[in-house]
């Protein structure tokens, strides 16, 4: 049974910094693209950023680059978005996800459950 477990959300001040995890089990890695999406309320799940296990190939959400950085510890099979100069429109349930086709919700294949991050002050 494939399950994607988050931690790491929270309640944070803008400018600040969350670290998210997810570790996936039951999944072959080697196969997926594992990262995250985001949703607020009112509003549709958005791609935020992935990381492929392959070959190491990110890709990022033009309304966070230069502030989030994905990582991945093949070691602890965990995968890690590191969130800084978070604003309150980073505010959203973050859904770690894992696909094998483009980084779009409609695409992926496996979903955790959610985090909650509120930005505010």
């Known amino acids: 049974q494939v399950q994607l477990v988050e931690s790491g959300g929270g309640l944070v001040q803008p400018g600040g910094s969350l670290r998210l995890a997810c570790a996936p089990s039951?999944?072959?890695?080697?196969?997926?693209?594992v990262g995250w999406f985001r949703q607020a309320p009112g509003k549709e799940r958005e791609g935020v950023s992935c990381i492929s296990t392959v070959d190491g190939g990110t890709y990022y959400a033009e309304s966070v680059k230069g502030r989030f950085t994905i990582s991945s510890d093949n070691a602890k099979n965990t995968v890690y978005l590191q969130m800084n100069n978070l604003k309150p429109e980073d505010t959203a349930v973050y859904y770690c996800?894992?696909?094998?086709?483009?980084?779009?919700?409609?695409?992926?294949?496996?979903w955790g459950k959610g985090t909650l991050v509120t930005v505010s002050p």
């Open positions: 039951g999944l072959t890695l080697d196969r997926y693209a």
């Open positions: 996800a894992a696909g094998t086709g483009p980084w779009k919700a409609s695409y992926m294949d496996y």
